[in-house]
């Protein structure tokens, strides 16, 4: 199949196992926001080994690909998790060995206790997670990584929707990158989306209303 624009060789093979997952689901979906959305995306639907084993390919890529200097990964509870600890693996395979860490929802009180799991943080920290919609979980994940006397390097996620905010004309991964003063990336983009729709005919009923969506909605 041949390659869409300039989309790299991983981002498109990540558009087609979502697809082909479903992680990737096309019609109207309401959002926490109210907003309706023709399109809707679910990681957790990521749940067996070969399309864990893909996606983790597809966030050392992006890591990698990125060019940000990192000493470690950190995964926010839940889904960060298999996420951070796929892409450590899969680092690990090309040669890049780093340690992962995650966080607990709430701290546990008996055996080693503590609110945290995996390596010491430490260093500049990677934080890995699905998507960034209210940037809860990032902001707490942000206050452990400092509290720890570390930094965070940047953030990889697997989808941004590149649309602005109910309040702001910034979307959620910009106000992340305005606030804090690091760099927010994605394996792919609505934007990357879009192109990928255009060379799919199955996809072809749907490409309209995602490119009224992000008239109406992007940044």
Known sequence: MREVGKMQPYQQQF?????????LRFGEFTLKSGRISPYFFNAGLFDDGESLNQVSEAYAARILDCGVAFDMLFGP???GLPLATGAAIALARQGRNVPVAFNRKEAKSHGEGGSLIGAPVRGRVMIIDDVITAGTAIRESIDIIRAQGAEVAGIVIALDRQEKGKLSALSASQEI???????????VSLGELLAFAEHRAELAQ?????QNYRDHYGV
Do not use: C, D
């Open 15 to 23: 558009l087609e196992l979502a697809v082909r997952r479903q992680v």
């Open 77 to 79: 509870a839940y889904k």
């Open 177 to 187: 990158e305005q606030e804090f003063g690091f760099p927010v990336y994605s394996i």
């Open 206 to 210: 749907h490409r309209q209303a995602l």
